[in-house]
């Protein structure tokens, strides 16, 4: 396929950059001679199990570049400063300097480490994300924010540091656990929620296509899922508003994970778990209809997401919450959804309200 006849979608930021669909991973080395004529060094930014998997089809493509693989190990830990510090003694014993190109190839995890990275390294050089899992190819690779923690939280140290391209290949999916797609598809469905009736429908109707992974249905998918996100950060880039709708489920799924510790709940069992959460206070302020919430309900336990967490105490959960990165002023600013297809931003609702709307997804 000609570099001219990929599909693609363009974010229109104050920096635009070109969202590629269904690209060949051999072929972003054309792509990246065409664009970069003073790149003659590559960093490729990667985790051992992703390298295993596409390294070598990447590398075909960079024949004529010099190349250097820097490897961490997998998990969300690897977002820490310690490993920014290390990759770039790496980078710089590998002679990284100034018109050093980073490709971040992986899923949100390394695509916030080596975007985070490539934003500080020499006070910022160029970056292409490569997104491989689901969840980054719909939503963590576009729009430009990158991160990693701090022990008082997650992507506490960050930036908005958009990449050149987003260069996403859809059959690095095809070896992707399912666990992990359920993240993706948390994520997706909460697009569909934000701003797409017809992407929420999509996904009810294609449940069995969908489950066996049809790549035709696949990349309608990740297109539609994706366009969404590209949608929202052309026109907020930096999050002065609509962008924060993005958040939806968010602040509840963050407030259990904090509560879990982290464990025996996923991401996406979280904004899984938020969304409805949300949805139920959505219902308590008149936004949605009992049957609405059945409906999102409904779709969440169709793909395995669940719908109710046991025994956690609500009050802890809402104690949690304040610690909301969109809170203001001590108040809470929450997003709730509106039917299925709209998002607002909603700075009135109580703790009583929230309240009441946790109890209605734990189960004793
Ligand atoms: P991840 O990056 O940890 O990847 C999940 C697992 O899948 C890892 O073990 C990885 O090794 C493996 N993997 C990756 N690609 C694979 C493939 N093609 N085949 C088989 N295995 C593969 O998790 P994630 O869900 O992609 O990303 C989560 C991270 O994204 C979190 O740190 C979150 O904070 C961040 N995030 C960022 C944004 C943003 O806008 N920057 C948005 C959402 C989430
Ligand atoms: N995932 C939320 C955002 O990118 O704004």
Redesign the pocket.
Request: net charge negative; no cysteine; charged share 20%.
């Given at each position: 396929m000609s570099l001219a006849e990929l599909q693609k979608i363009e974010v229109t930021a104050a920096r635009s950059y070109p969202v590629f669909l269904g690209a060949p991973l051999e072929e972003l080395g054309e792509y990246l001679h065409s664009q970069f004529k003073d790149v003659e060094h590559i960093l490729i930014v990667t985790?051992?199990?992703?390298a295993e998997?596409?390294a070598e089809r990447l590398q075909k493509g960079l024949l004529d570049y010099r190349v250097n693989l820097l490897t961490v190990p997998?998990?969300?830990t690897e977002?820490s400063l310690e490993r920014l510090s290390q990759l770039t003694t790496a980078a710089l014993r590998c002679g990284a300097d100034r018109h050093t190109l980073v490709i971040a190839l992986?899923?949100?995890?390394?695509?916030?480490l080596a975007?985070f990275f490539a934003s500080v390294f020499m006070r910022g050089i160029r970056l292409i994300q490569v997104?491989?899992?689901?969840?980054?190819q719909v939503?963590?690779?576009?729009?430009?924010?990158?991160?990693v923690?701090h022990p008082a939280g997650?992507?506490i140290i960050?930036a908005f540091y958009p990449p050149r391209a987003v260069w996403t290949d859809f059959t690095?999916?095809?070896?992707?656990?399912w666990s992990?797609v359920e993240?993706?598809l948390a994520?997706s469905i909460k697009h569909a929620l934000i701003t797409d009736s017809g992407l929420f429908e999509f996904f009810e109707t294609q449940e069995e296509s969908i489950k066996q992974r049809d790549p035709v249905i696949w990349r309608e998918m990740v297109t539609r899922s994706s366009t969404v996100k590209v949608t929202i950060v052309s026109q907020d880039e930096q999050e002065q508003g609509l962008r924060a709708l993005?958040n939806l489920g968010h602040s509840f799924g963050h407030a259990l994970e904090t509560a879990m510790n982290y464990r025996g709940v996923t991401?996406?069992q979280g904004v899984s778990i938020g969304l409805v959460a949300a949805a139920y206070l959505a219902n308590a302020k008149g936004l949605m209809t009992g049957a609405e919430v059945d409906r999102i309900k409904h779709l969440l336990n169709t793909y395995g997401l669940p719908i109710e967490i046991k025994g956690q105490d609500p009050e802890v959960l809402l104690h949690l919450m304040q610690a909301d990165k969109k809170n203001q002023g001590g108040r809470k600013i929450l997003i709730l959804p509106q039917g299925t297809g709209q998002a607002v931003i909603a700075r009135d609702c109580t703790d009583a309200e929230i309240l009441d709307a946790w109890k209605q997804v734990i189960s004793v």
């Open positions: 985790n051992q199990v992703v998997l596409y997998a998990g969300e977002k992986g899923g949100g995890v390394i695509g916030d975007g997104p491989t899992t689901l969840l980054a939503d963590s690779s576009i729009g430009g924010k990158v991160a923690n997650k992507n960050g690095t999916l095809e070896s992707l656990p992990e993240n993706g994520e993005l991401h996406g």
